[in-house]
């Protein structure tokens, strides 16, 4: 039996080991200087001031949103197309996520639906980086400094990513970043805050770190949201890796751009000025193929090509929210959910593997 190809894998090697192991042998694995390293690094990358690492990209979002005040009574508008985790944080806050419809070609937040939703409760807009596409920039922030919002970027899934030559996580007032397993660079677990505001960065290092302001004496209700420094050391090495890791993903896209051949397969839109680093290659899989989109994933497991569904469920649709707005306040992002299908992009993929995948697409479309 052919060997399935996978939808992600993480490009690990003997550096990153060794940068680990370094750590291990120093006898100092939690928090420290190679955390305080790789934020500095990380900042500098990103073109910003300031840089905190945490412990998860939700954690990120959860500690960014708290240091701008966001709490009770406060609405965040959010886009529905997205990780649910971009929702919660805001729930985690006491406040209320505010469902936002997004584009049909991109499948970031609509600005004009944003529009639509702001209401004297809303504090902020969290825009989402989707798939490494840049959201749409100017527009959103034009609203937010139109009606005084505070502007955060989701940029989970954009290291690297940039409009204008300029890095995601540098447009908000504060981003967010998720160093997962499955991102286009890894500590294993992790995440980042990133702002040019150092009295917000203050704020977050207080929260992340259970609100000590020195040790043992606590000035606000903190979290343990810390990074350790053997995920700092990966980091570190994975960081340095990143533009070239960047560049296959980009390349393994444009091949499968170039070579389906079913006009019911619609391709990634990119935004003009905006590069994308593909955390995912998402098709929309439309009429003119001879499959549907659950039939297409099966027929292509049969044929040893891993996909998946980025996502099956809008977040306004699952169970935690559904109804708050009412029956379906996000049209494209409930049609998005029944019409994607994420093929392999990932940096270890092989010519061999790509033909395979390509092969295995127009055989079946």
Do not use: W
């Amino acid at each position: 039996m052919t060997a399935m190809i996978p939808i992600s894998r993480p490009v690990l090697g003997k550096e990153e080991v060794e940068a680990v192991a370094r750590v291990m042998e120093s006898g100092m694995i939690a928090q420290g200087q190679v955390v305080a390293e790789f934020e500095r690094a990380f900042a500098s990358y990103c073109g910003v001031n300031h840089a905190i690492a945490t412990s998860n990209g939700t954690t990120a979002l959860h500690a960014a949103l708290l240091s701008a005040g966001i709490g009770p009574g406060d609405e965040v508008i959010v886009p529905s197309f997205t990780f649910i985790a971009t929702a919660t944080s805001v729930s985690m806050c006491g406040a209320r996520p505010v469902f936002a419809d997004v584009d049909d070609r991109t499948f970031t937040i609509d600005p004009a639906a944003v529009e639509g939703l702001i209401t004297p409760k809303t504090r902020g807009v969290i825009g989402v980086h989707l798939f490494g596409q840049p959201f749409d920039i100017p527009a959103l922030a034009r609203i937010c400094e139109d009606h005084n919002l505070l502007l955060v970027e989701d940029a989970a899934q954009a290291h690297g990513s940039t409009f204008k030559g300029r890095k995601m996580g540098s447009f908000g007032e504060l981003a967010c970043f998720s160093f997962y397993a499955t991102k286009n660079m890894t500590t294993g677990e992790g995440g980042m805050v990133t702002t040019d505001d150092a009295e917000l960065a203050g704020r977050i290092r207080l929260l992340i770190n259970h609100g000590q302001k020195e040790k043992y004496l606590h000035t606000t209700l903190g979290y343990n949201y810390r990074m350790t420094d053997m995920e700092a050391a990966m980091g570190l090495v994975q960081l340095k890796k990143l533009d070239g890791m960047n560049a296959k993903r980009a390349a393994n896209a444009r091949y499968l751009d170039q070579s389906f051949r079913c006009p019911g397969l619609i391709t990634p839109h990119v935004r003009p000025d905006s590069t994308h680093v593909y955390h995912q290659y998402v098709l929309k899989v439309e009429k003119g193929s001879r499959l549907t989109r659950d039939g297409l994933v099966q027929a292509l497991a049969e044929r040893g090509v891993g996909t998946a569904i980025h996502y099956p469920r809008p977040v306004h649709d699952q169970p935690l929210y559904r109804g708050q707005q009412g029956k379906d306040p996000c049209p494209v992002s409930s049609r998005l959910a029944s019409k994607v299908l994420s093929l392999p992009v990932h940096p270890l993929l092989s010519e061999s593997d790509l033909t395979a995948i390509v092969r295995a697409v127009n055989e079946v479309v």
